[in-house]
T-cell receptor, first 115, second 113 residues
Framework: KAGVTQTPRYLIKTRGQQVTLSCSPI?????VSWYQQTPGQGLQFLFE???????NKGNFPGRFSGRQFSNSRSEMNVSTLELGDSALYLC??????????????FGPGTRLLVL | GDSVTQMEGPVTLSEEAFLTINCTYT??????LFWYVQYPGEGLQLLLK?????DKGSNKGFEATYRKETTSFHLEKGSVQVSDSAVYFC????????????FGKGTLLTVNP
């Protein structure tokens, strides 16, 4: 079974631009979560989507948004990019909506560099 | 709020040495605990997990025991290999009706031949 896939793997943007990242979950998985990884802040939860609805959101500004399609694929959008948005963005999928025992499986990430 | 504290790295060991990476947590309710590993240039891979007190998770020679009384989930391996060099993250899920993974800062392990 194929794992979580993310595209593109690398991106270079300039301040003020916007960017869209894509994530395809493991086949049959219906929940997709997004995380930001930076050297300073570590791994931080952005949001979770399940059944095309945002179920949970981390402490990030409104410039960070996402959506999920009927086939469970998800996109994340960052508008008005700032230098501090440079990070590795990780997508994770799970079979059902996140619960206390649910395991998330991660993709390889999209590395975003904002110049 | 929920938090995970891992021992600071980096940790450098010789091949076949014993490994311990300490992890303690603070959480409401009864969290599930995880260890993830990140190899250079890659995403996170689940290494092992435990979902209730006294559970022992194990995989690829690594193991960790969920200790509720000490709120700990230390990672151990009896004999490390060069291929174990990676960053290790301790994590938990909890949060009432809004579950998410909360991660520690990560511990870089380097194993020399």
């Amino acid at each position: 079974k194929a794992g979580v896939t993310q595209t593109p793997r690398y991106l270079i943007k300039t301040r003020g631009q916007q960017v869209t990242l894509s994530c395809s979950p493991i086949s049959g998985h219906r929940s997709v979560s997004w995380y930001q990884q930076t050297p300073g802040q570590g791994l931080q939860f952005l949001f979770e989507y399940f059944s095309e609805t945002q179920r949970n959101k981390g402490n990030f500004p409104g410039r960070f948004s996402g959506r999920q399609f009927s086939n469970s694929r998800s996109e994340m959008n960052v508008s008005t990019l700032e230098l501090g948005d440079s990070a590795l963005y990780l997508c994770a999928s799970s079979l059902v909506r996140l619960g206390s025992q649910e395991t998330q499986y991660f993709g390889p990430g999209t590395r975003l560099l904002v110049l | 709020g929920d938090s995970v504290t891992q021992m600071e790295g980096p940790v450098t060991l010789s091949e076949e040495a014993f490994l311990t990476i300490n992890c303690t947590y603070t959480a409401t309710g009864y969290p599930s605990l995880f260890w993830y590993v990140q190899y250079p240039g890659e995403g996170l891979q689940l290494l092992l997990k435990a979902t209730k007190a006294d559970d022992k998770g194990s995989n690829k020679g690594f193991e960790a025991t969920y200790r509720k009384e000490t709120t700990s989930f230390h990672l151990e391996k009896g004999s490390v290999q060069v291929s174990d060099s990676a960053v290790y993250f301790c994590a938990l899920t909890s949060g009432g009706s809004n579950y998410k993974l909360t991660f520690g800062k990560g511990t870089l392990l380097t194993v020399n031949p």
